[in-house]
């Protein structure tokens, strides 16, 4: 027993003599109780990270890897292996038992046991996963839930993101909000809206929020902006002009009621450029009743031309009677002109209902707005080169027939000025913002964003639904838009339809489905199945459930779909 007592007490006092013998010992034992202090606490953060590894989403196989990184980094950076390790290790040992400090110098030897302990952190991780995993996904779809919820970041943290982000605008495009998942902006590249943008969004879903940081981008970056508003909203309207004023931009109000400039449609391009744009106006069940319209009005624009009278709305309706421009060519001395008007008489009966048409708006209660011999009027062309802010403010509540007529009358004057820019070698950047389009939907806006791309046109294409473009135009119509659009901003929808359609346009994706079935006293346990499926990106019941201001962002090139929330800005 004396022995024995006195072996314990040989071993204390030699680990006290090691301790207490030199200075140096003693930092050595302490920094080795460190590093084993260190181990375990690394494996009990591996621990936690295992038991919280679904809250945390990070997987078992990360973890994995960034341990093994860290061990074959020391093994590199101290020229180790595994061999010297187990000598070092029976080194230490010895070294404690028989006061040899030697091998006490490869500390690190101990320290390096904290990526260890992450690698047994991931196999506890994996493990976790594994069990209880599928029992929690079983539990899961027993009560109902057969899709997986996402999991959003917090308000606070979704706050903090917007307070980093002072203005929309950014040198390649513009912030339209930020992501409720990654809590980071998302951008509008202009290389994206170069392949134009669709977005959809019921009354009160926050879509002009939207709509709103592509004015302001626009506004801030001095790029020329046509704004065709569809709904007339005034009060958007007078926000933008304040907003464009402040940032010193030119401004132009085109307004069907209340304050306005005037608009002159027909003030560039040939008679035959200014032909098609009246002709185009209208839908023409057989090609021979348009072809005799083309030759009517290239007539008459070309006489007008001829005698160098100002084109406009109002002096074209007043121009349209044979009789007039026989007036009017009396002092020309031109008889090739005179044999053209003589052919106009018989064509005329055939085009009845389009002179009605153009007459009726140069007489009507907005007809003035179309009188550009005085007073300041609005050409597109010029507003391009003044690089402007053009706000169209129609109003379908009080004028329904002319609003449409007008909406597709701007489409054709923009059409006209962004063929002149195909012949750039560089186009200008051009934004085009469509609002509510459906109330003037048709062929010319297609036009416009087939030839557009090329010429540099950035066309944003706004609706309440898809079933309003349906209603007006036609399914082909809303296919053809699909088509054409490559960026897709999605509020909240109220029509089933619609939701499961948009849901549709973003995709599926492979996953799997786990059905069970609960124990009951004829089964002694419960049974299940797994089988691979197609489920929806994003659900339409997700689509319909969507608060104010959030939206689903789906660029199709390339493919991505972000949860976000619009950035309010200025406007």
């Known amino acids: 027993m004396a022995q024995v007592h006195s072996s314990k007490h040989s071993l204390f006092d030699t680990m006290l003599e090691i301790i207490t013998g030199h200075p140096i010992n003693g930092l050595l034992f302490f920094l080795m109780l460190c590093g084993v202090f260190l181990s375990l606490v690394s494996v009990g953060v591996g621990l936690l990270l295992s038991l919280f590894i679904r809250w945390f989403r990070i997987p078992a196989l990360w973890i994995l890897i960034f341990g093994l990184v860290l061990v074959v980094s020391a093994w590199v950076i101290d020229g180790i292996s595994v061999r010297v390790l187990h000598r070092l290790n029976d080194g230490v040992f010895t070294g404690l038992l028989h006061a040899n400090l030697q091998p006490l110098q490869h500390i690190y030897v101990w320290l390096s046991a904290i990526p260890y302990g992450i690698l047994f952190s991931a196999l506890f991780s994996a493990l976790l996963q ?323 791309r090329g010429a540099g046109v950035h066309a944003v294409l706004s609706t309440q639904s898809l079933s309003d473009v349906i209603e007006k135009g036609s399914d082909a119509l809303l296919g053809q838009i699909l088509n054409n659009t490559n960026n897709y901003l999605i509020q909240r929808q109220n029509n089933p339809d619609d939701a499961e359609t948009l849901a549709n346009i973003i995709g599926t994706k492979e996953d799997f489905v786990i059905t069970s079935q609960v124990m009951t006293q004829q089964t002694s346990s419960p049974t299940g199945s797994i089988r691979l499926t197609r489920e929806f990106i994003i659900h339409p019941d997700e689509i319909k459930r969507l608060s104010l201001g959030q939206a689903i962002f789906v660029n199709k090139q390339p493919f991505k779909v972000q949860h976000i929330q619009l950035r309010k800005g200025v406007i």
């Open 130 to 452: 594994h069990k209880s995993g599928l029992q929690n996904e079983i539990k899961r779809v027993a009560r109902g839930k057969h899709n997986l919820t996402q999991r959003f970041i917090c308000q606070k943290r979704l706050q903090r993101g917007f307070h980093h982000i002072s203005q929309s605008a950014y040198d390649t495009g513009t912030i339209i909000g930020i992501d409720r998942v990654a809590g980071q902006p998302v951008m509008l590249t202009d290389s994206a809206a170069n392949l134009h943008t669709l977005v959809v969004g019921t009354t009160g879903s926050g879509k002009t929020t939207g709509l709103g940081n592509i004015i302001e981008s626009a506004i801030q970056r001095k790029l020329p902006l046509f704004y065709v508003d569809g709904k007339g909203d005034r009060n958007l309207a007078e926000r933008v002009a304040q907003y464009s004023k402040q940032q010193g931009r030119p401004f132009y109000l085109f307004s069907m009621v209340g304050d306005s400039v005037k608009y002159n449609p027909l003030a560039s391009g040939g008679f035959t450029s200014k032909k098609d744009r009246i002709v185009e106006l209208r839908h023409w069940s057989e090609d021979h009743y348009r072809k005799l319209a083309e030759s009517y009005l290239q007539t008459v624009f070309k006489v007008l031309e001829h005698c160098q009278i100002q084109v406009d709305l109002f002096s074209l309706a007043h121009h349209l009677e044979d009789t007039t421009l026989y007036q009017l060519t009396h002092n020309a001395k031109d008889p090739s002109l005179n044999d053209l008007i003589k052919t106009l008489k018989a064509k005329r009966p055939s085009i009845e209902s389009l002179i009605a048409e153009i007459e009726t708006i140069a007489q009507s209660e907005i007809g003035n707005l179309f009188d550009c011999s005085s007073g300041s009027v609005l050409t597109l062309r010029q507003a391009l080169e003044e690089k402007a802010i053009v706000y169209f403010c129609l109003q379908p509540l009080a004028f329904p027939a002319y609003a449409e007529t007008l909406g597709k009358l701007i489409i054709n004057d923009l059409k006209a000025l962004i063929a002149t820019q195909l012949s750039q070698e560089v186009p200008e950047k051009i934004i085009t913002i469509f609002d509510e389009f459906s109330v003037f939907a048709g062929t010319q806006i297609m036009h416009l964003i087939n030839q557009g």
